[in-house]
């Protein structure tokens, strides 16, 4: 791990913790917070599950891939971001967004008022942290992925002509429809693949048909309206509803980042039963 990586994953590391104790010490005064903004006293107590969750699983991905370890730097890299990457995105998505807004509806409008208080609070007191660990993590793991300084020396064995990167970046962007697979052409296990990611593609149609055919404005309407129905009236069953909901979309998912890993590693083999493995 060369100097540069080794002091900017650093720096990304301790932000990301400075951000993570503020977090708590925006949790444990949050009476004092609100009453900086708000004249009325603070009967409820606010937990910011998904800021807590959200910034120990990232600041625990920053931690082990800072961790020393004798392993090759390009494949920590790329994996240590592709995950960086995919808990932002899963935190950060309308789906989880709503969910957050309905869970919170059923506790009241004080608890409402109260969480949008501190939350704003908290993006403004971690947002430096934030911005500054983020772009050193970036800068951390671009940096190894392109300058490698320990790369293992390929397998004694009779390399595959395709393309490693070629296989990473189709795994990271469509391997949910198994296009990696289908280019390493391992066509039996691509279509098991793409049989799985259904659901996601039905869901992209379905989605992008209702917006041509109603409009941004009505369908957002509509999703609104049909979401806060559904808060009021079946508020009890919705924790088995998320269950029910999310289950069609986690054995493509789980499918999916084994296979990313094991394309970084280089364990991927084509048809030819050669690991795909020069970059």
Not at 54 to 83: E, P
Not at 106 to 125: C, N, P, R, T, V
Request: charged residues 15%; aromatic residues 16%.
């Amino acid at each position: 791990m060369n100097k540069f990586s080794k002091i900017t994953g650093l720096i990304a590391f301790w932000t990301r913790v400075a951000a993570f104790l503020c977090t708590i010490f925006v949790i444990v005064f949050q009476k004092q917070i609100v009453k900086l903004f708000s004249e009325s006293t603070l009967n409820v107590t606010v937990f910011l599950y998904e800021e807590i969750l959200i910034r120990f699983v990232l600041l625990v991905i920053v931690g082990l891939f800072c961790y020393k370890k004798k392993t090759n730097n390009r494949n920590r890299a790329i994996i240590a971001l592709y995950f960086f990457l995919f808990i932002t995105l899963l935190f950060s998505n309308p789906f989880v967004s709503t969910i957050s807004a309905m869970l919170s509806g059923m506790k009241g409008s004080e608890y409402l008022a109260a969480k949008a208080i501190l939350s704003s609070a908290l993006q403004s007191i971690t947002y430096i942290f934030t911005l500054i660990s983020t772009v050193c993590f970036y800068l951390s793991t671009g940096t190894l992925i392109v300058l490698n300084d320990n790369e293992t020396k390929e397998l004694e064995i009779e390399a595959s002509e395709k393309s490693r990167t070629k296989l990473i970046l189709f795994s990271g962007f469509l391997g949910i429809f198994g296009i990696d697979r289908f280019y390493a052409k391992n066509i039996a296990i691509g279509i098991i693949k793409l049989v799985l990611g259904l659901p996601i593609v039905v869901k992209i149609f379905r989605t992008l048909f209702n917006l041509i055919l109603y409009g941004f404005s009505n369908f957002l309407e509509s999703f609104l309206i049909n979401s806060y129905t559904f808060n009021l009236n079946q508020s009890k069953s919705l924790f088995l509803s998320i269950i029910l909901a999310v289950i069609p979309y986690l054995p493509i998912t789980i499918f999916s980042i084994r296979d990313f890993v094991l394309c970084v590693l280089g364990k991927i083999k084509d048809s030819e039963h050669k690991f795909i493995i020069k970059w």
